[in-house]
């Protein structure tokens, strides 16, 4: 074989190692990018279906409410005729002590009645014992001195014994009366008074079941108001990433169209960058006060504009206002072949857009008090691999120096 045509071989054979390599890294690159949109494609159907339950969840919160509703409103209908009840025992007390009241004249009007008798029974027991001890109605009759004398003595005599005798009855029948009216009273009033303690001890104990079931329906609010959070955040994710998968699918077609081996967004070279100046305020991990974990940092705001940068160069996934995250931006980026997402959130404003392409140390707004934030801070959060919520986040201060 002469020396050109060992060139010429030589040639052909590199070409097609070349051409074969080639082949083998788009290839590569394109089923790196498919194995990524099958991992969003299964993070975002366990998102939707993690919405679903929550929605199941909620009904079931909210059909629970409705009945505890009614349950309470039918207790505050018993209280409201409770109170009703003892507002009655109550006007039948003060009648009662007003009758006493009457009842305790009428007994001093009985009691001078009894007392007069007293002295005129007196006076009659001091007569008959100065008259021996009796009087003989005989020799008052006997001693008449004409036969009308008689009559009249007659008729004073029955008087007089008459006088006695009703005196003595009537006596007896202001004691009696005087005894039952007291009996009777202070019996109705001690049944009533009972009646209106065990009105009272009723009315506590409803209240007690109010009580109770208000603490419940509070309870159920809350869960009612942990759903809806949890639905919104849960509506969140899938929205995000459906952000993710739609950049993974617009990669997927450059790299066919084009045959490239480059994945975007660029790779940085080096470590993350710190994203605002300030204090870490609250760090990563299981927070006491709030009973919950904490899937970032905060970096507190010291000055009046504090500027928020991209911790590495990337493109921005979103850039978005949200209920929690208020203001907030989301990269992805590839740095020395992983790819990372960072979020910036409570941002007083952003500056950049979804899709927009972001260099490392590049301004993306200002730290914020924007969302479900209590003081101005940047919550600051970085995720190993495509953003997948709580699972992919991990520490940023094992990754970038504060």
């Known amino acids: 074989m002469t020396r050109k045509t060992l060139v010429m071989t030589a040639a052909v054979l590199v070409g097609l190692g070349t051409a074969w390599i080639g082949n083998e890294k788009v290839a590569y690159a394109e089923s790196a990018s498919t194995t990524k949109l099958s991992d969003l494609e299964k993070k975002s159907n366990d998102v939707n279906q993690n919405i679903n339950q929550n929605k199941e969840k909620l009904k079931e919160v909210q059909e629970q409410q409705k009945n505890e509703e009614a349950e309470i409103a ?5 209280v409201g005729q409770t109170n009703a009840d003892i507002r009655s025992r109550e006007a039948e007390v003060e009648k009662a002590k007003q009758d006493i009241e ?17 002295e005129l029974l007196k006076k009659r027991a001091r007569a008959l014992q100065e008259n021996g001890g009796s009087v003989d109605y005989i020799d008052v009759l006997l001693g008449s001195e004409s036969f009308g004398d008689f009559i009249s003595r007659v008729s004073a005599v029955s008087t007089i014994v008459g006088a006695d005798r009703d005196l003595l009855m009537q006596h007896e029948a202001d004691k009696k009366a005087k005894e039952e009216k007291e009996t009777k009273v202070q019996n109705k009033l001690t049944e009533v008074n009972q009646a209106l303690e065990e009105l009272k001890n009723l009315r506590a104990q409803l209240q007690k079941q109010v009580d109770e079931k208000n603490h419940l329906m509070q309870t159920l609010k809350d869960q009612e108001k942990e759903f809806n959070e949890e639905a919104v955040g849960l509506e969140e994710q899938a929205s995000i990433l459906a952000d993710q998968k739609n950049a993974a699918q617009a990669q997927q077609q450059e790299i066919e169209k084009a045959g490239a081996t480059e994945e975007a967004p660029p790779v940085t070279s080096g470590s993350f960058m710190r ?44 850039a978005y206002h949200s209920s929690s995250f208020g203001n907030a931006v989301f990269i992805r980026h590839n740095v020395e072949g992983q790819t990372w997402v960072t979020v910036y959130a409570h941002l007083e404003s952003y500056s950049v857009s979804s899709g927009q392409s972001i260099n490392k140390g590049q301004q993306l707004g200002y730290i914020g008090n924007t969302g479900r934030s209590f003081g101005a801070h940047l919550h600051f959060e970085l995720h190993k ?15 970038i120096k504060f």
Do not use: C, M, Q
């Open 275 to 318: 994203p605002a100046k300030g204090p870490v305020t609250s760090h990563f991990g299981y927070r006491e006060t709030f009973g919950r974990g904490h899937y970032g940092i905060d970096i507190g705001k010291r000055g009046e504009s504090v500027p928020v940068v991209a911790a590495a160069s990337g493109k921005v996934i979103r």
């Open 385 to 399: 691999g495509d953003w997948k919520g709580k699972s992919s986040a991990v520490n940023p201060e094992r990754y």
């Open 74 to 78: 039918r207790l505050d209908s018993e």
């Open 102 to 118: 009457k009842l305790k004249n009428e007994i001093d009007v009985v009691k001078k009645r009894i007392e007069k008798r007293n």
